[in-house]
């Protein structure tokens, strides 16, 4: 059988192409950028077509005109919105607002569990979050060696 793999900016257009009709898209995601609210290869993301955009949120974004990417939402000024994964531990990404192409709304398990990403608690834990940005570096050392051995 021949498969075929398309690049991710391939399959990110369609997922966009598809929330002009379709009020909701799963999407699973790549990468170790949104840790620990979002475990990249383990689990998905269900995407709605953004209202707004808001500090906080988690948003699919074209960025830097070169790739997109599924982070938070750190600032926003004027038309300029700044992005980080919480798994990341720096480096600037901006886009326009009119570059989001959807927000994050659940997280989805493996098993098929949804998580909403904006229930009070889940919104104060990604803010304490981003103030232990100075020693993320070592909490996600831990992490990586200890949860994330299990679930993969």
């Given at each position: 059988?021949?498969?075929?793999?398309?690049?991710?900016?391939?399959?990110?257009?369609?997922?966009?192409?598809?929330?002009?009709?379709?009020?909701?898209?799963?999407l699973p995601v790549k990468g170790n950028s949104m840790l620990p609210f979002?475990?990249?290869g383990v689990e998905s993301v269900e995407l709605v077509k953004p209202q707004t955009v808001a500090v906080g949120d988690v948003?699919?974004?074209?960025?830097?005109?070169?790739?997109?990417?599924?982070?938070?939402?750190?600032?926003?000024?004027?038309?300029?919105?700044q992005l980080m994964g919480d798994g990341n531990l720096g480096g600037e990404e901006f886009c326009r607002q009119s570059d989001v192409k959807a927000r994050a709304e659940y997280v989805i398990s493996r098993k098929g569990h949804r998580r909403y990403l904006y229930a009070p608690w889940r919104v104060r834990a990604s803010r304490l979050w981003w103030t232990l940005k100075p020693v993320r570096r070592w909490i996600l050392a831990v992490y990586r060696r200890t949860v994330l051995k299990f679930e993969n």
């Amino acid at each position: 059988m021949n498969t075929k793999t398309l690049p991710n900016n391939e399959v990110i257009a369609g997922v966009i192409s598809v929330l002009e009709t379709t009020p909701r898209v799963v999407l699973p995601v790549k990468g170790n950028s949104m840790l620990p609210f979002i475990i990249g290869g383990v689990e998905s993301v269900e995407l709605v077509k953004p209202q707004t955009v808001a500090v906080g949120d988690v948003v699919l974004a074209w960025i830097n005109d070169s790739r997109y990417v599924v982070h938070r939402v750190i600032r926003i000024d004027g038309d300029r919105v700044q992005l980080m994964g919480d798994g990341n531990l720096g480096g600037e990404e901006f886009c326009r607002q009119s570059d989001v192409k959807a927000r994050a709304e659940y997280v989805i398990s493996r098993k098929g569990h949804r998580r909403y990403l904006y229930a009070p608690w889940r919104v104060r834990a990604s803010r304490l979050w981003w103030t232990l940005k100075p020693v993320r570096r070592w909490i996600l050392a831990v992490y990586r060696r200890t949860v994330l051995k299990f679930e993969n």
